[in-house]
T-cell receptor, first 117, second 113 residues
Framework: AQKITQTQPGMFVQEKEAVTLDCTYD???????LFWYKQPSSGEMIFLIY??????QNATEGRYSLNFQKARKSANLVISASQLGDSAMYFC??????????????FGSGTQLTVLP | EAQVTQNPRYLITVTGKKLTVTCSQN?????MSWYRQDPGLGLRQIYY???????DKGDVPEGYKVSRKEKRNFPLILESPSPNQTSLYFC????????????FGSGTRLTVV
């Protein structure tokens, strides 16, 4: 079974500073994808960034980067130059790809990020 | 615009009164899924569908039913809702196979009293 662990229920960061949100995962499958989603107070789920298990380089999307450490099974999200609009719940998720079919997206419990002015 | 449309956004109902939450996607995605979100638990999968007439249970299927008669639609049915089904529900879709993320609907906040 797959499992995602986010150990930080809440985080605070000062505006314009960088912040790292932790995520560790557990799977025995060699082929998987890791995702981060943002959920603002309005409730929608917004896709941020994706990392494949065979990708050699860490994924980046604008101010978001994913610090992928495969041996440690961690996939931390780094947000650079935080903005007030980054205040939201952030979810780490994993999708295992095996036997020619994609399985469900398994989510962590989330980290509530608050950006302080 | 490519999207997943859920209705209604908000619903308050009474225990035992059957309800259906609709979900429709316009991206020709094979894979569709329902999740519920509860504080401290993240999102947990209720049911999923790999294609028309192919559905399977997720992690928390008890008390829910689904159907997939058309590729674009994947309704969630609560035959006899109970207060422990009060939650935020998301429908999502994606291409399969591969490492694709989901496109989520806007969510349905259900309250069962």
């Amino acid at each position: 079974a797959q499992k995602i662990t986010q150990t930080q229920p809440g985080m605070f960061v000062q505006e314009k500073e960088a912040v790292t949100l932790d995520c560790t995962y557990d799977t025995s499958d060699p082929s998987y994808g890791l995702f981060w989603y943002k959920q603002p107070s309005s409730g929608e789920m917004i896709f941020l960034i994706y990392q494949g298990s065979y990708d050699q380089q860490n994924a980046t999307e604008g101010r978001y980067s994913l610090n992928f450490q495969k041996a440690r099974k961690s996939a931390n999200l780094v947000i650079s130059a935080s903005q007030l609009g980054d205040s939201a719940m952030y979810f780490c998720a994993m999708r295992v790809i095996s036997s020619g079919s994609a399985r469900q997206l398994t989510f962590g419990s989330g980290t509530q990020l608050t950006v302080l002015p | 615009e490519a999207q997943v449309t859920q209705n209604p956004r908000y619903l308050i109902t009474v225990t035992g009164k059957k309800l259906t939450v609709t979900c429709s996607q316009n991206m020709n995605h094979e894979y569709m899924s329902w999740y519920r979100q509860d504080p401290g638990l993240g999102l947990r999968q209720i049911y999923y569908s790999m294609n028309v007439e192919v559905t399977d249970k997720g992690d928390v299927p008890e008390g829910y039913k689904v159907s997939r008669k058309e590729k674009r639609n994947f309704p969630l049915i609560l035959e006899s809702p109970s207060p422990n089904q009060t939650s935020l529900y998301f429908c999502a879709s994606s291409l399969i196979p591969g490492a694709h993320g989901y496109t989520f609907g806007s969510g349905t906040r259900l309250t069962v009293v």
